[in-house]
């Protein structure tokens, strides 16, 4: 039996030919692109395994092997075999198996193919996104290029990793690999009204959240601090269940040349699971990285971040203390998971177990669970209409800033 580790925190999709390249890079080293959806803030690709339909897999640097979700290989016939335990943010374990004789290849782009190379129970991660998920890619698949993310035009253009030249305004950031095969650049965090403390911090495309910061380097430097202000992470979960942690802000999160004030901060709690992790103090995800446009060149030991539009937008100007997960067909039922205390859902009401039917008056059908996140992500006042058992209600819900 052997342990590995992964971490975490879509729809039809095709391979384009050269539409969309950068401009900062050399033209002869360009292989193609593949756009992706943004389902809360996660990077979904189409990928094909065998002959079925392209299926929906997270790209993730948190993770470094080929993982189909275990149920949908069993239903595709593959080769199974062993028993493999492996752990990611939050503290349970996955048991799974090596998958044997079968590959992946990206619809479209001509001459690629990969080893399908581990199934784990994956459907977990379905109801947090509203969104179907068969499986996850990571780095060996990104250590075969240079691969650009570009979170504006939602797509993945692919270079040739040893003629690749990049001539962009970005910063090149020396990367190194840990003992996991995953990324990790140095980076520094100043706590508010502290001092700048260093540490190495991993790169995860796979994670929804800006900066997490892992308990023991929580404890050792006293964080979050008593002054600051702070509310119970819900809604957190990885592979590895659910994350124990507080939210707050720190004053600034500096890499390379890049300074980004405020961002919000969880503070982990965990006693296990990756978030817990001393080898490396936190890890960066897409509220932090989708500010720029990222060069993943793991040939050559770095990161290229080059600030796009978003750079100087605020974090989070504001929380609806609700956390949703979409079930049912399409996964357009909207329930409430959790309702943070004293916050905007607290106070009209809503309930564990409550369904958005409606927001503004436009169906749960007409939306999607990627779509209602963001618009609690901004302030406002929103028309919600509730279903509570047999009960119908409404209720007007405005998130606001809390921390």
């Not at 079925?52 to 075999?81: C, S, V």
Request: proline letters at 6%; hydrophobic letters at 40%; zero cysteines.
């Amino acid at each position: 039996m052997k342990k590995t580790p992964f971490l975490l925190g879509i729809s039809a999709l095709a391979v384009t030919a050269l539409a969309g390249n950068s401009g900062s890079t050399s033209d002869n080293s360009y292989r193609g692109s593949v756009p992706f959806e943004l389902v809360v803030k996660h990077i979904l690709l189409n990928i094909s395994v065998g002959n079925l339909r392209p299926l929906p897999f997270i790209l993730d640097t948190g993770d470094e092997f080929a993982i189909i979700d275990l149920d949908r290989a069993k239903q595709l016939g593959l080769t199974l075999q062993g028993d493999i335990q492996s752990g990611g943010a939050g503290a349970e374990v996955l048991h799974g198996a090596y998958v044997r004789g079968s590959s992946f290849t990206i619809p479209g782009l001509s001459g690629f193919s990969q080893p399908m190379t581990l199934a784990f129970p994956l459907k977990s991660l379905e109801a947090p996104l509203g969104h179907e998920v068969d499986g996850i890619i990571g780095g060996d698949f990104i250590k075969e290029f240079v691969v650009e993310l570009d979170y504006q035009s939602h797509v993945v253009r692919l270079y040739d990793k040893w003629t690749f030249r990049y001539s962009g305004h970005g910063q090149s950031i020396p990367m190194e690999m840990n003992a996991d095969g995953h990324p990790v650049v140095e980076g520094e965090v100043t706590p508010e009204g502290g001092e700048p403390l260093k540490g190495k911090f991993l790169l995860d495309i796979g994670s929804s959240a800006s900066l997490a910061l892992y308990s023991p380097f929580v404890a050792a430097h006293h964080l979050p601090g008593p002054k600051l202000k702070t509310i119970r992470a819900i809604g957190a979960v990885g592979a590895g269940g659910q994350l124990q942690a507080q939210i707050g802000r720190v004053a600034e999160l500096k890499i390379g040349e890049f300074k980004l004030a405020q961002p919000i901060t969880l503070f982990s709690q965990d006693k296990a699971g990756a978030f817990a992790r001393s080898d490396t103090q936190g890890n960066l995800g897409e509220q932090v990285l989708s500010r720029f446009t990222l060069f993943l060149d793991y040939s050559h030991g770095r990161i290229i971040f080059e600030p796009n539009k978003d750079f100087g937008r605020p974090f989070a100007p504001a929380f609806a203390g609700v956390v949703l997960e979409g079930t049912g067909d399409n996964y357009k039922i909207f329930r409430v998971k959790d309702v943070l205390e004293d916050s905007p859902a607290s106070e009209v009401g809503l309930q564990k177990g409550d369904v958005i039917a409606a927001v503004d008056g436009r169906p749960a059908s007409a939306l999607s669970l990627s779509e209602v996140v963001e618009m609690f992500e901004r302030p406002g006042r929103y028309s919600l209409d509730v279903e509570r058992g047999d009960r119908k209600l409404q209720v007007a819900l405005g998130p606001r800033r809390l921390i």
